[in-house]
């Protein structure tokens, strides 16, 4: 008996992914990449979303190469969409439903930052104010960050509902391994008060505030269907969000004495990819978290005001 509950217990069985079928948003680079190649590296069927098919091919070459001489890797495939749209939303559901019978959780991560301020300096007058906050922020840039950052994980938590309720007929599920969920990439600036945080970027902020919320509402909705809704809320991480460039594996490398704009508490001061991907197993793993948004931030909100 004892034996048996040590062999559950192992990392290998906790996270063999085998026969999980994932579905990442802005899954191509940064964030979104770092978690698709950890689920596939534990065994995951992995479908990417981004914004440029050949770019999305390329990647997925990479990792399937690396992947083909090894059993216990799963597969990676790219859809282009743009996630802002709800017919997108119904058209990338109905793709990946032409491939499988079920998905067995949905990355909502897919996300944009636009209208950054420049901070008046002490003394300034409220002139000053709206010129940096006001007249440099475009009705552009908020409708972007919105519609891209949390309007779109709406219309694809819905549309994805009937792949992810499939998951509970398959074997996974019914071996109590697995549970659909839906995993927002929300932010730890959809809880600070100082936007320097947040690249000092308002439609980001409101955008990422309103997910956060959204996660913890759309796991009460979805409470009877047995779908659980989570949320990531990341730091300072290297993406192409933050570098603006991404390899040919859709990894970003910060440049040495880039500057993070805030306190980082942490030796390394940035996030890996290992730290992001395990998180993401975790969260796919367990089955007792519900509506809870897990800040990975290397302790920056311990030194910057927030009201995580």
């Not at 192992?10 to 978690?35: E, H, K, Q, R």
């Not at 793709?95 to 067995?104: D, L, M």
């Not at 519609?147 to 309720?165: I, M």
């Amino acid at each position: 008996m004892a034996d048996a509950i040590l062999k559950s217990l192992t990392a290998s069985a906790i996270f063999d992914l085998t026969g999980v079928v994932a579905v990442v948003t802005g899954g191509g680079t940064g964030i979104g990449m770092m978690i698709s190649s950890t689920l596939v590296a534990n065994g995951a069927t992995v479908y990417i979303i981004g914004p440029n098919q050949a770019e999305l091919d390329r990647v997925c070459a990479n990792y399937n190469a690396a992947s083909e001489n090894v059993p216990s890797r799963g597969r990676m495939h790219g859809i282009e969409g743009d996630v802002r749209h709800k017919s997108e939303a119904t058209r990338l559901a109905a793709a990946i439903a032409q491939r499988e019978s079920h998905v067995t959780v949905l990355f909502n991560n897919a996300g944009v930052h636009t209208g950054r301020i420049a901070r008046p300096p002490p003394g300034s007058t409220a002139a000053d104010y709206v010129a940096a906050a006001f007249d440099a922020v475009s009705q552009q840039d908020f409708d972007d960050s919105l519609q891209t950052n949390a309007v779109g994980p709406y219309w694809l938590t819905f549309a994805f509902l009937p792949l992810l309720e499939a998951w509970k007929q398959q074997d996974g599920y019914k071996r109590g391994r697995f549970v659909p969920q839906i995993v927002m990439t929300s932010s730890m600036n959809g809880w600070t008060k100082d936007a320097a945080t947040g690249g000092l970027s308002y439609p980001y902020l409101f955008s990422k505030s309103a997910l956060g919320h959204a996660t913890a509402s759309l796991a009460n909705e979805l409470l009877p269907l047995g779908i659980r809704v989570n949320g990531i809320a990341p730091g300072f991480f290297a993406t192409k969000m933050t570098t603006l460039a991404a390899d040919e594996n859709g990894m970003s490398v910060l440049p040495e004495n880039f500057p993070a704009g805030f306190e980082v508490p942490t030796e390394s001061g940035v996030g890996s990819p290992r730290d992001m991907g395990s998180l993401a197993l975790f969260l796919v793993a367990n089955w007792f978290v519900n509506g809870e948004t897990v800040l990975i931030d290397g302790g920056t909100l311990l030194k910057a005001p927030s009201a995580y």
